[in-house]
């Protein structure tokens, strides 16, 4: 039986090794979401508001008959929501009590 022993420069070795580390640290994509619960002013949800995310991403969803939606994916950022609904006035970019984005 004949055993082939490969050896391979340091230097190669250790390029692999540093290509191994930095490959997965470059892959890395961070993004986020913002979930969304739409009530009326005596707190029942409202289903099929049409709700608008934008400023670094444009979208457009609609609330499920729980009164709620997402934005998948988002990238890091300030983002302005606004919704519409007949019958309803819906505020629109300004802030909800101890949070950061839109209403």
């Known amino acids: 039986m004949t055993h082939h022993i490969v050896r391979l420069p340091a230097i190669g070795l250790l390029a692999v090794v540093v290509a191994g580390w930095t490959a997965p640290a470059s892959a890395q994509n961070y993004t986020g979401r ?3 619960i739409v009530e009326d002013s005596t707190g029942a949800r409202l289903p099929g508001v049409a709700v608008q995310l934008s400023d670094l991403f ?3 969803a609609v609330t ?3 009164g709620q939606t997402r934005f ?3 990238v890091p950022g ?3 929501v606004k919704c519409s609904l007949s019958g309803f006035a819906c ?3 300004a802030p909800p ?3 950061a ?3």
């Open 34 to 36: 913002i979930a969304i």
């Open 58 to 60: 444009n979208d457009t």
């Open 64 to 66: 499920d008959s729980l």
């Open 72 to 74: 998948l994916n988002l």
């Open 78 to 80: 300030t983002y302005i």
């Open 91 to 93: 505020p629109g970019g």
């Open 97 to 99: 009590p101890g949070g």
């Open 101 to 103: 984005g839109g209403a």
